[in-house]
């Protein structure tokens, strides 16, 4: 399998199942405020990444450019990243965070430019064009975008994950997969445990097993295993082209709601779908990669 389809297939598990399961788990954020339901998934998370790295992992020494790097992911790229997006949740307006959300690979694609030194293409520039466009149509549905506090919150979490996107690229030259993502969530677990254990005294927590286990299963499944997949294959790809991936999220939310909730599609989000895969394809293959398999079997024959 591609790096690129492996990267499509963690976006699809995560997104996916996070689709089928969100009725439920809205029940746990009704109960749980976002700053303890972001600590608890982390806390799942470290658990996890902890168990199963004993006897796998050999940690490597660290230099003081690989602490500041981890420690920034772990904070900005998990932390910031994790609570904002939770934060946002409550007030914020969906058809509004999709569209903030969407600006990601944008925003990822200059940044990597900057500090990646990635070439910013013109096929790569068109494809994000008309994959953000196809997000706007599989979304919007006629009703008035809305501004509040929380769509602020979802901006954060754009940028957020744009920069975690730049910081594990560059952690992918240095370090392996395992040890990045281990790293970065016990940083980001360790820098919001003190703002949890401030606002305790005024969080009760009471949920039913089953929500415990939902809690559980989400967490080391779709932000514990499947970022760990993320990290491994976004050295490979890059940053710009992985970024991408993450216009597939309304589309896959959109299946899902038609196979499991029986949500109907108009013409309009099926348009939007097959500009948002258009857009992914134009973007995540180049004519270099052709070339290359061109060369590699005219010299094989």
Request: with cysteine.
């Amino acid at each position: 399998m591609s790096h690129a389809a492996l990267l499509s297939s963690a976006h699809l598990l995560r997104h996916g199942m996070g689709e089928q399961l969100c009725v439920r788990q809205n029940a746990c954020r009704r109960v749980l405020s976002p700053l303890l339901l972001s600590a608890l998934r982390l806390l799942f998370i470290t658990i996890f990444f902890l168990i199963w790295a004993r006897g796998r992992l050999s940690m490597p020494t660290l230099s003081r450019t690989d602490w500041l790097l981890l420690g920034t992911l772990g904070i900005v790229g998990v932390f910031i990243n994790q609570w904002s997006f939770y934060k946002g949740l409550v007030t914020a307006d969906p058809t509004t965070s999709a569209l903030v959300l969407a600006l990601t690979p944008i925003v990822t694609a200059m940044l990597a430019a900057i500090f990646l030194k990635e070439t910013l293409t013109p096929r790569m520039a068109i494809g994000s064009v008309i994959g953000t466009a196809g997000v706007l149509f599989v979304i919007y549905n006629g009703a008035e975008l809305h501004f509040d506090a929380g769509i602020l919150w979802i901006f954060l979490t754009m940028i957020t994950f744009a920069i975690s996107i730049i910081l594990v690229r560059l952690l992918g030259h240095r370090l392996p997969p395992l040890v990045t993502t281990l790293a970065s969530n016990l940083i980001g677990f360790g820098s919001m445990l003190p703002f949890v254990l401030i606002s305790a005294p005024a969080t009760t927590v009471s949920l039913q097993l089953s929500s415990w286990l939902l809690l559980f299963v989400t967490a080391v499944v779709m932000h514990g295993i499947v970022t760990l997949i993320w990290n491994s294959q976004l050295q490979k790809v890059g940053a710009a082209k992985a970024a991408m991936f993450s216009n597939l999220e309304p589309f896959i939310a959109m299946l899902f709601g038609f196979f499991l909730l029986a949500k109907p599609v108009t013409s309009i989000q099926l348009l939007g779908a097959l500009l948002i895969i258009a857009g992914v394809t134009l973007t995540t293959t180049s004519k270099e990669a052709a070339t290359k398999r061109n060369e590699s079997l005219s010299l094989s024959n």
